[in-house]
């Protein structure tokens, strides 16, 4: 079975702070996808990248950075959270080719 | 903008009925479509995928495809109340790997 797993399921943070949020897979997939989700908006792609060190930018990009250094792991980065970051943020992996992604659990980040 | 389409709902169905949940797509282009699963506080979980015209069945799920009219639908057999979940559909292209996923429709099955 693929495994996705994300450092937190909940986070609570201050408006200004720094946010790490890491994604592993155990799959040797090649892509990794970042979203967040908010009710009546989707699944919305924040940066996804196909192999260690690319990195491209989805839908949203700004106000997020990422960083894959290793094939397994891909993390988000919010700069200088804000409250309107305050989402469920999830990760996905998947191979190339026509198979589709695997989630992780979410983490649901409040920025306060 | 490529875009996927689906009914919000929620979608109410008796127990023991066909659910029967569908999708329209705008990207000529795409050629993998999915159905993905969604419990509440829950992440997104892959149940079909399909890539040709026709239908795919897995157990009680059958996915159908109709790429002229650009229309994708899963139907669920012998509806139960833990099918009752968010079920969205997302569509990729083979030029990349990015996948596009509507915002899903509310299934409710009635006990």
């Known amino acids: 079975d693929v495994k996705v797993t994300q450092s937190s399921r909940y986070l609570v943070k201050r408006t200004g702070e720094k946010v790490f949020l890491e994604c592993v897979q155990d799959?040797?997939?090649?892509?990794m996808f970042w979203y967040r989700q908010d009710p009546g908006l989707g699944l919305r792609l924040i940066y996804f990248?196909?192999?260690?060190?690319?990195?491209e930018k989805g839908d949203i990009p700004e106000g997020y950075s990422v960083s894959r250094e290793k094939k397994e792991r891909f993390s988000l980065i919010l700069e200088s959270a804000s409250t309107n970051q305050t989402s469920m943020y999830l990760c996905?992996?998947?191979?190339?080719?026509?198979?589709?992604?695997?989630f992780g659990p979410g983490t649901r980040l409040t920025v306060t | 903008q490529k875009e996927v389409e689906q009914n919000s709902g929620p979608l109410s169905v008796p127990e023991g009925a066909i659910a029967s949940l569908n999708c329209t797509y705008s990207?000529?282009?795409?050629?993998?479509f999915f159905w993905y699963r969604q419990y509440s506080g829950k992440s997104p979980e892959l149940i079909m995928f399909?890539?040709?015209?026709g239908d795919k069945e897995d157990g009680r799920f059958t996915a159908q495809l109709n790429k002229a009219s650009q229309y994708v639908s899963l139907l669920i057999r012998d509806s139960q109340p833990s099918d009752s979940a968010t079920y969205l559909c997302?569509?990729?292209?083979?030029?990349?790997?990015?996948?596009?996923f509507g915002k899903g429709t509310r299934l409710h099955i009635l006990p």
């Open positions: 996905a992996s998947s191979p190339p080719d026509r198979v589709g992604q695997y």
């Open positions: 799959m040797d997939h090649e892509n």
């Open positions: 990248s196909y192999d260690v060190k690319m990195k």
């Open positions: 990207d000529r282009g795409s050629q993998s």
């Open positions: 399909i890539y040709s015209n």
């Open positions: 997302a569509v990729k292209e083979n030029r990349d790997d990015k996948i596009i």
